[in-house]
T-cell receptor, first 112, second 115 residues
Framework: DAGITQSPRHKVTETGTPVTLRCHQT?????MYWYRQDPGHGLRLIHY???????DKGEVSDGYSVSRSKTEDFLLTLESATSSQTSVYFC???????????FGPGTRLTVT | AQSVTQLDSHVSVSEGTPVLLRCNYS??????LFWYVQHPNKGLQLLLK??????LVKGINGFEAEFKKSETSFHLTKPSAHMSDAAEYFC?????????????FGKGITLSVRP
């Protein structure tokens, strides 16, 4: 298995609070991605990174920000969590952009 | 524009019988294609990939898929289903064209395996 960890694995938070999810890789892959998975919508790209400090928006980026200060870490922040952000969040990595990706175990986030 | 269609949202088979999970794609260029599997409460795992080499691709756990350009299909098959194959399966299209590179996921097919 690719060396990808996500933390926390489960989180319950209240509406309006900030939340940060962490993705850590040991593969030294250039590209990192954040997806959310919701019933009926499949996987949707939130943000991605193509290098340290280089990030770009995906199709559902509103309400989310990201940062990548080191090759191995990619953070996803919900500045002010809303109930619509209740979801399972997956981090993925790849050597080439938008090609074969390897996924982390996911973080289940519940916003009450 | 590219898209992926997995017409069946749920497929049910008996253990020991063949599995067929269908995927059709639309792409203006020659795509790369992938199948991923997701077991309950797990991340997605790569099953196999097509990258314009052999049209019949073999993957892990006895799965294989055949790329048919004339039919714009990339169906996933397995000769004999096992209980452990019960999971969700995603067909994915990759189009890498510089600034417009994109990875498109299908909606997924839930495979149930009856004893």
């Amino acid at each position: 298995d690719a060396g990808i960890t996500q933390s926390p694995r489960h989180k319950v938070t209240e509406t309006g609070t900030p939340v940060t999810l962490r993705c850590h890789q040991t593969e030294n892959h250039r590209y990192m991605y954040w997806y959310r998975q919701d019933p009926g919508h499949g996987l949707r790209l939130i943000h991605y990174s193509y290098g340290v400090k280089d990030t770009d928006k995906g199709e559902v980026s509103d309400g989310y920000s990201v940062s990548r200060s080191k090759t191995e870490d990619f953070l996803l922040t919900l500045e002010s969590a809303t109930s619509s952000q209740t979801s399972v969040y997956f981090c993925a990595i790849s050597e080439l952009g938008f090609y074969e990706q390897y996924f982390g175990p996911g973080t289940r986030l519940t916003v009450t | 524009a590219q898209s992926v269609t997995q017409l069946d949202s749920h497929v049910s088979v008996s253990e020991g019988t063949p599995v067929l999970l269908r995927c059709n794609y639309s792409s203006s260029y020659s795509p790369s294609l992938f199948w991923y599997v997701q077991h309950p409460n797990k991340g997605l795992q790569l099953l196999l990939k097509y990258t314009s080499a052999a049209t019949l691709v073999k993957g892990i756990n006895g799965f294989e898929a055949e790329f048919k350009k004339s039919e714009t299909s990339f169906h996933l098959t397995k000769p004999s289903a096992h209980m452990s194959d019960a999971a969700e399966y995603f067909c994915v299209v990759s189009l890498r064209t510089g600034a417009n590179s994109k990875l498109t996921f299908g909606k997924g097919i839930t495979l149930s395996v009856r004893p």
